[in-house]
């Protein structure tokens, strides 16, 4: 049974990765992945989706961290209300 748990706990988390409301960064994961199939895996041909996908995990961490702060639920903002925030700044700053 052990082995059946760890699967879907495996499944859980591959759900909660490809949510677009838990998950602000998915389009630039997907844009890393599909960069080194492009290149066979050669990383050091990727590094601008590398740097483009950690700022964007950095830029909503710290969003979610001043919304704990400010006591705001959720702590991550919807898929909608990221897109809203998004264009009132005039696109992703990262």
């Known amino acids: ?3 059946c748990l760890f699967s879907s706990q495996v499944q859980m988390s591959a759900r909660k990765v490809r949510d677009q409301d838990i998950n602000p960064c998915i389009e ?3 844009a890393s992945q599909k ?3 492009a290149y066979n895996y050669d990383k050091s041909m990727c590094s601008a989706f ?3 996908y950690r700022n ?3 830029y909503w961490h710290s969003v ?3 919304r704990r702060r400010d006591g705001i639920r ?3 903002p919807s898929a909608a209300e990221r897109l ?3 264009a009132a700044l005039g696109g992703k700053p990262y």
């Open 35 to 37: 960069c080194l199939d």
């Open 28 to 30: 630039e994961s997907d």
């Open 84 to 86: 809203e925030m998004l």
């Open 64 to 66: 979610m961290v001043q």
């Open 56 to 58: 964007c995990r950095k």
């Open 74 to 76: 959720p702590e991550m």
């Open 1 to 3: 049974t052990s082995t």
């Open 50 to 52: 590398f740097l483009r």
